[in-house]
């Protein structure tokens, strides 16, 4: 199975801020990476796919970058309803695997 | 409107049996493949496994701590997808969610959008 490590596990930041998190695969994936945000008591919503690529409704301030087995996800300008926590997952093979999530906290 | 709703969680004894539902409208269920994740209280995410269409031979694959004992089926007809967990472990106490592959070009997909999940508690 491909491992996902995401980094930090936590992070406290303010409104305004820009935010990085990083996630490393065990093994190339190329890009096959999406992130995920979910908000408590909440399901996760997509937010990157192919591992830079922004599905429809998500806000421009989200960024993603890497291939093979660095990736990152960028939030420009945070804002107060980006307090949540976000995962990264590969689809490069079965099993699916995601990372162990990134809570980014008020400061 | 996309919507999955799942139903079935409860309370059930370690060794036991449970099935869940997953009722989807909104968009072609036959046409999409369809995925469980769950999530332990406090934890991240972990994917059960999932279900492909009619025209991928309702292939199915699993996560490595299910197989073997989970298994997942789905009724085109009733637009439902199902969980058949089997032999519950205590650590399978988890919040658990359908979810909808959308396909990209290039072999690039994501789940979206996610049921609001339902609880399995596993417990004597």
């Known amino acids: 199975d491909i491992q996902m490590t995401q980094s930090p596990s936590s992070l406290s930041a303010s409104v305004g801020d820009r935010v990085t998190i990083t996630c490393r695969a065990s093994?190339?994936?190329?890009?096959?990476l999406s992130w995920y945000q979910q908000k408590p008591g909440k399901a996760p919503t997509v937010l990157i796919y192919?591992?830079?690529s922004l599905p429809s409704g998500v806000p421009s301030r989200f960024s993603g970058s890497g291939s093979g087995s660095d990736f990152t996800l960028t939030i420009s300008n945070l804002q107060p309803e980006d307090f949540a926590v976000y995962y990264c997952?590969?689809?490069?093979?079965?099993?699916?695997?995601f990372g162990g999530g990134t809570k980014v906290e008020t400061k | 409107e996309v919507q999955l709703v799942e139903s079935g969680g409860r309370l059930v004894q370690p060794g036991g049996s449970l099935k869940l539902s997953c009722a989807a409208s909104?968009?072609?269920?036959?046409?999409?493949?369809m995925h469980w994740v769950r999530q332990a209280s406090g934890k991240g995410l972990e994917w059960v496994g999932r279900?492909?269409?009619?025209?991928?031979?309702?292939?199915?694959a699993y996560g490595g701590s299910v197989k073997g004992r989970f298994s997942i089926s789905r009724d085109d007809s009733r637009n439902t997808v199902y969980l058949q967990m089997n032999s519950l472990k205590t650590e399978d106490t988890a919040v658990y969610y359908c979810?909808?592959?959308?396909?990209?070009?290039?072999?690039?997909?994501?789940?979206?959008?996610w049921g609001q999940g339902t609880l399995v508690t596993v417990s004597s």
């Open positions: 192919a591992a830079s």
């Open positions: 279900i492909r269409s009619k025209t991928n031979n309702y292939a199915t």
């Open positions: 997952r590969q689809s490069y093979s079965v099993p699916v695997t």
């Open positions: 093994q190339s994936i190329s890009t096959y």
């Open positions: 979810t909808r592959h959308v396909a990209y070009i290039g072999d690039w997909y994501v789940f979206d959008p």
């Open positions: 909104g968009f072609t269920f036959s046409g999409s493949a």
